[in-house]
Nanobody
Framework: VQLVESGGGLVQAGGSLRLSCVGS????????VGWFRQAPGKAREVVSC????????SYADSVQGRFTIYNDNTQNMVSLQMNDLKPEDTAIYYC??????????????????????WGQGTQVTVSS
C-alpha cells in the first residue's frame, strides 16, 4: 500500500492542524498505521499509532492530550488532529504502516513495518 500525507502548514503556537494519510493500492483496513515526525537535525520519532482492527492507540508523551489519531475507513484514511501546537512540534510528518500489539485500547511497540515505504511527508511549522 502507498501512503500519501497532506494537511501540513504554517500555524501560530496554540493553533490546530489536521493531517491526513490516504492509502492507495490496497485497503488500509489490513494495516496498523502510525504517524512519525522528523525535525531538522534530529532522528525520526514516532508520534502516534492506531490499530485498524480494534482502534488501540498510542501517543508519544510529548503530544499526549494534544493530538488525536483516528481511522476513517470510508475514505481509506487515517488522520491526526493536532491541537495546542507548540514550536517544538515543527517537523516533517510522515505516516507509515506499522507493526505492534494492540490490547485494551492501547497500541504497544509501534514501529514501521519492514516493507513500509516512506512518502514525502507534510511540513508542519509552528511559529512562536
Amino acid at each position: 500500500v502507498q501512503l500519501v500525507e497532506s494537511g501540513g502548514g504554517l500555524v501560530q503556537a496554540g493553533g490546530s492542524l489536521r493531517l491526513s494519510c490516504v492509502g492507495s493500492g490496497d485497503t488500509l483496513e489490513d494495516y496498523a498505521v502510525g504517524w512519525f515526525r522528523q525535525a531538522p537535525g534530529k532522528a525520526r520519532e514516532v508520534v502516534s499509532c492506531i490499530s485498524r482492527t480494534d482502534g488501540g492507540r498510542s501517543y508519544a508523551d510529548s503530544v499526549q492530550g494534544r493530538f488525536t489519531i483516528y481511522n476513517d475507513n470510508t475514505q481509506n484514511m487515517v488522520s491526526l488532529q493536532m491541537n495546542d501546537l507548540k514550536p517544538e512540534d515543527t517537523a516533517i510528518y510522515y505516516c507509515a504502516t506499522v507493526a505492534g500489539t494492540s490490547s485494551g485500547g492501547n497500541f504497544y511497540l509501534c514501529q514501521p513495518r519492514r516493507d513500509n515505504s516512506w512518502g514525502q511527508g507534510t511540513q508542519v511549522t509552528v511559529s512562536s
